[in-house]
C-alpha cells in the first residue's frame, strides 16, 4: 500500500504559475509510475501529466503540453506537476495517482492502471 498526498493548490491569476507536490509513504520500496489527473465540476476526471518510475519517460495531454512540467524526486519519494501560463479552463481538482511499476521505463496514463489516488488539490485561475 502507498499513500499519496498531494499539495500546492490555490487561487491564481489567469497567466500565474502554481508547483503542485505529491508525497508517498508507506510502500515507497515499491516502484511507481505516476500521473497526475484533473477533474473540474461536471466534468470526467481526465489525464494531465504522466512520468515513468525512473523519470526518464513522460507524456502530457495536449491541452498542458508546453505549459505543464511533471518530475519527481525519488529520494524524497515526492512528484511534482509545475504549471506555469495557466488558463481559467484550468480549473479543476488535481489528484496524484500511483501505478505500480515492473520496470524502470513503464510508463501509463490510462486511469484504470492506477491503483493508488491522492485525495486531490483544488486549482482555481481567475480571468
Do not use: H
Amino acid at each position: 500500500q502507498v499513500q499519496l498526498v498531494e499539495s500546492g493548490g490555490g487561487l491564481v491569476q489567469a497567466g500565474g504559475s502554481l508547483r503542485l507536490s505529491c508525497a508517498a509513504s508507506g510502500r515507497t520500496d515499491i516502484n511507481y509510475a505516476m500521473g497526475w489527473f484533473r477533474q473540474a465540476p461536471g466534468k470526467e476526471r481526465e489525464f494531465v501529466a504522466a512520468i515513468s518510475w525512473s523519470g526518464d519517460y513522460t507524456r502530457y495531454a495536449d491541452s498542458v503540453k508546453g505549459r505543464f512540467t511533471i518530475s519527481r524526486d525519488n529520494a524524497k519519494s515526492t512528484v511534482y506537476l509545475q504549471m506555469n501560463s495557466l488558463k481559467p479552463e484550468d480549473t479543476a481538482v488535481y489528484y496524484c495517482a500511483a501505478a505500480r511499476a515492473f520496470y524502470r521505463a513503464y510508463l501509463t496514463y490510462a486511469p484504470r492502471d492506477f491503483g493508488y489516488w491522492g485525495q486531490g488539490t483544488q486549482v482555481t485561475v481567475s480571468s
